[in-house]
């Protein structure tokens, strides 16, 4: 029973435009959100996050976005550039410390020059 | 910067060996956890470690053990391999009680079971 979900496995768009990866959890008890991006033949590196008590966080050409009523998330990218092109990971967190994060399965950005 | 390594980056295993997967943080995290990544099924978590000699199963421990002797080296366990076990494996750590709960990864060892 996935926690965390990521429904598009895929996403394409072009250099220079906007993209908009999409995040569901079911779990109420999540309260901290993190994006990590992977590169193949690379780990996971952590890009940003945003707690439960705020809606919007952003760093740079990433914001995310977090719309607790509908447990929805989402990260912007603007604008795209090729070096984005990655696989994008949500984690969520239900307390700080000891719990593991929870994982989407990951949605693979591809940015088209 | 916190630095994670992984012994081995490249691996190729035949069936029913032991393999012995290194993992060492340099940042003195409490917390240490082992993923494999799979197409299209994401980083699913095999094991993880809150201190020194304590072990927590995941969400697939089955085939795996774990050992953690000191606070900054993990170690993943396939005692008898098996070709479904051909995978991406990544280590991260954390710090405990970090409200932030930012795991770090990691490069990955690719393993290969023949």
């Known amino acids: 029973d996935q926690q965390v979900k990521q429904n598009s496995p895929s996403l394409s768009v072009q250099e220079g435009r906007i993209s908009i990866l999409n995040c569901d959890y079911t779990?109420?008890?999540?309260?901290?959100f993190l994006w990590y991006k992977k590169y193949p033949a690379e780990g996971p590196t952590f890009l940003i996050s945003?707690?439960?008590?705020?809606d919007k966080n952003e760093d740079g050409r990433f914001t995310v976005f977090l719309n607790k009523s509908a447990k929805h998330l989402s990260l912007h990218i603007v604008p795209s550039q090729p070096g984005d092109s990655a696989v994008y990971f949500c984690?969520?967190?239900?307390?700080?410390?000891?719990?593991?994060?929870?994982f989407g399965k990951g949605t693979r950005l591809s940015v088209i020059a | 910067d916190v630095k994670v390594t992984q012994s081995s980056r490249y691996l190729v295993k035949r069936t029913g060996e032991k393999v012995f997967l290194e993992c060492v943080q340099d940042?003195?995290?409490?917390?240490m956890f082992w993923y494999r990544q799979d197409p299209g099924l994401g980083l699913r978590l095999i094991y993880f470690?809150?201190?020194?000699?304590?072990?927590e199963k995941g969400d697939i421990p089955e085939g795996y053990s774990v050992s953690r002797e000191k606070k900054e080296r993990f170690s993943l366990i396939l005692e008898s391999a098996s070709t479904n076990q051909t995978s991406m494996y990544l280590c991260?750590?954390?710090?405990?009680?970090?409200?932030?709960?930012?795991?770090?990864f990691g490069p990955g060892t690719r393993l290969t079971v023949l």
């Open positions: 991260a750590s954390s710090l405990q009680a970090s409200r932030k709960d930012e795991q770090f």
């Open positions: 779990n109420s008890m999540f309260d901290y």
């Open positions: 945003i707690s439960s008590i705020k």
């Open positions: 984690a969520a967190s239900g307390m700080s410390g000891n719990t593991p994060l929870v």
């Open positions: 940042m003195d995290h409490e917390n």
């Open positions: 470690s809150y201190d020194v000699k304590m072990k």
